[in-house]
């Protein structure tokens, strides 16, 4: 059983940028789709972007276009998650996780992953 591992979180200003990263303490990635999601205090579970091991990318939300880009490296066993331009609305937890499917991205339901990692925290905030 994979076990994902998000970082790269903190409190930034407005217009900011982050890069989150997503690894396993165990196994590889490199075979596998990883999808990235986010969670908002109070709201439901919002998929963002997939990306399939050769790069085939997915993205979910309208919010994520233009200024989310996922990416991965296989052969450092990750997957990124570029955010730029932060905004106060994206302050969420932000969490990776394997589809069932394994090497494909399905639709963005989170029912359609596992192998959650534990989140990374992201505030946006002057």
């Known amino acids: 059983q994979l076990q994902l591992v998000e970082s790269g979180g903190g409190l930034v200003q407005p217009g900011g940028s982050l890069n989150l990263s997503c690894s396993t303490s165990?196994?590889?990635?490199?075979?596998?789709?990883i999808g990235w999601f986010r969670q908002a205090p109070g709201k439901e579970r919002e998929a963002l972007s997939c990306?399939?091991?050769?790069?085939?990318?997915?993205n979910y939300a309208d919010p994520v276009k233009g200024r989310f880009t996922i990416s991965r490296d296989n052969a450092k066993n990750s997957v990124y998650l570029q955010i730029n331009d932060l905004k106060p609305e994206d302050t969420a937890v932000y969490y990776c996780?394997?589809?069932?499917?394994?090497?494909?991205?399905?639709?963005?339901?989170?029912?359609?992953?596992?192998?959650w990692g534990q989140g990374t925290q992201v505030t946006v905030s002057s």
């Open positions: 165990g196994g590889t990635l490199q075979y596998n789709a």
């Open positions: 990306i399939t091991s050769p790069g085939g990318v997915i």
């Open positions: 996780a394997v589809p069932k499917e394994a090497y494909f991205c399905p639709s963005g339901r989170p029912e359609n992953y596992h192998y």
